[in-house]
């Protein structure tokens, strides 16, 4: 290594630690890449190559003005993001998505890496807590953690465990609820802390509507587990909609769909059922349907939910899920940039601090790559403003979202703070992206330099398909 500087670790070679990996070498500082395949295999991976691509071949939509994640794409391009320049080398046709050829993406990450003369590959596992000397280490190893590293992290967090299935309940954008219908009330009006005993959005069934509700989850298409999620046992507390209802006709109406304490101002009387919603982030632009975690398929969901009266036109911003993951309750456990309370030495980056899919995780490995390297060069990391789309999903994962309540989230606009509310559909999202990247670009501006001197010019890999510039860099 030709940096003076003392290494940065990153643990996990996928989406997230690549980039951490990438930006911290971008930014001067030498990192060692920790990487356990093939030393240690894992039950989903196929190779040993790094940010291997182990689900779907897509990046989700490109459309950096009418999607959130096409505007997290852009925004990771401009800061130079090593998985959005590799995805588009290896791009394949895919309409409006972004999908890539999944071996040529993944060999041109490793190649770069390994080109980058502050990048050290290390193939290993580690078992356990990083070693107390390491004093900077960025962990970034996704839904499938060793399970050595997972209790690890268990015991000093407190947690009861980190690996289970992870339950997910549906979210859905306030504005398209139907207030006509759904009204606002807690069971007995009673005020929880932080609230004012109308807590929560409550939309009512009848007899024949709850009946005909609980039929279509019992008949609706599931999704089956993979083999190496079938030993996982179901987190306490979070069974399956489907599976309660299979237990009898009134199981749900004696438990998440009681109507106890709660009466339909429509009305004057209490339902046979209710649906309640609970607000899921500060800004009070999403909820969740409380206790709606689900096998059921995705267009299942959409066609049934839709037949809750108040929930007939709405849109969701996540759908229920039940898979095996490894993830943090970052609202509780980590700071503003991404270091664990208990242990500030360790950063966490990607699937593991409770974000979903392959873009969220790679942009939150890019955030922890430049606030390591803004620590380690002595300046303080600053965040990006929460009106980007980088800056809204590290806001929900440091705090935005209800610590109670944290579950995996896709980046959406609904995470973003309200703009003109006058402004709807794509006039409206298109309002937010156009904010967005100006913000961004703000953030990206470089900063003076320090006063010895010091700071990197940004790093072009060479090589083959790898000769342009890769974005300007700020930390």
Request: glycine content about 10%.
């Amino acid at each position: 290594m030709t940096s003076s500087t003392a290494a940065v670790h990153v643990v996990g070679g996928g989406l997230a630690g690549s980039e951490a990996a990438w930006q911290l070498a971008q930014a001067g500082v030498p990192v060692v890449l920790h990487e356990m395949r093939p030393v240690r295999g894992t039950d989903a991976h196929q190779t040993d190559s790094l940010a291997e691509l182990v689900c779907s071949n897509s990046f989700r939509s490109d459309d950096a003005q009418n999607n959130a994640v096409g505007l997290l794409h852009e925004e990771m391009r401009r800061a130079g993001s090593l998985i959005l320049a590799a995805a588009d080398r290896h791009k394949l046709p895919a309409g409006g998505a972004l999908a890539v050829d999944r071996h040529g993406f993944s060999a041109d990450v490793q190649a770069a890496l390994l080109e980058h003369p502050l990048v050290e590959l290390r193939r290993e596992e580690i078992a356990g807590l990083p070693p107390a000397d390491w004093d900077s280490v960025v962990v970034a190893t996704g839904p499938l953690t060793s399970p050595a590293l997972a209790e690890a992290i268990a015991r000093l967090t407190g947690e009861d465990s980190l690996a289970f299935f992870d339950a997910i309940a549906p979210i859905v954008h306030y504005d398209s609820i139907d207030r006509a219908i759904a009204w606002k009330q807690s069971r007995y009006d009673k005020a929880g802390p932080g609230g004012d005993g109308a807590d929560y959005l409550n939309c009512p069934l009848d007899k024949q509507e709850y009946d005909a509700f609980v039929a279509g989850l019992l008949a609706g298409d599931k999704s089956e587990f993979k083999a190496w999620e079938k030993s996982t046992p179901y987190f306490d507390g979070c069974l399956p909609i489907e599976v309660m209802a299979a237990r009898g006709a009134d199981t749900l109406r004696f438990g998440p769909m009681k109507p106890v304490g709660l009466r339909d101002p429509r009305t004057g009387r209490r339902p046979w059922a209710v649906v309640q919603l609970r607000q899921d982030n500060a800004l009070g632009t999403l909820w969740n349907i409380v206790g709606f975690q689900t096998k059921l398929k995705h267009a299942e969901q959409t066609r049934l939910f839709r037949t809750i009266p108040g929930l007939q036109k709405a849109q969701f911003a996540r759908l229920g899920g039940l898979h095996r993951n490894t993830f943090l309750n970052s609202p509780r456990l980590l700071d503003a940039t991404l270091r664990l309370k208990a242990m500030p030495r360790l950063r966490f980056a990607g699937q593991i601090t409770g974000c979903e899919g392959y873009v969220e995780s790679a942009a939150v490995g890019l955030l922890a790559g430049r606030f390591a390297a803004a620590e380690r060069r002595g300046r303080v990391p600053a965040a990006p403003p929460n009106t980007t789309a980088i800056g809204a999903l590290l806001a929900h994962i440091i705090g935005g979202a209800d610590a109670k309540t944290f579950q995996p989230m896709n980046v959406n606009f609904g995470l973003f703070p309200p703009i003109d509310a006058a402004l709807r559909g794509k006039e409206h999202k298109q309002a937010l992206a156009t904010r967005a990247l100006r913000d961004f670009d703000q953030w990206l501006t470089p900063s003076p330099p320090p006063s010895d001197g010091g700071g990197a010019a940004p790093y072009a890999a060479e090589g083959e398909g790898r000769k342009e510039p890769v974005g300007h860099f700020q930390i």
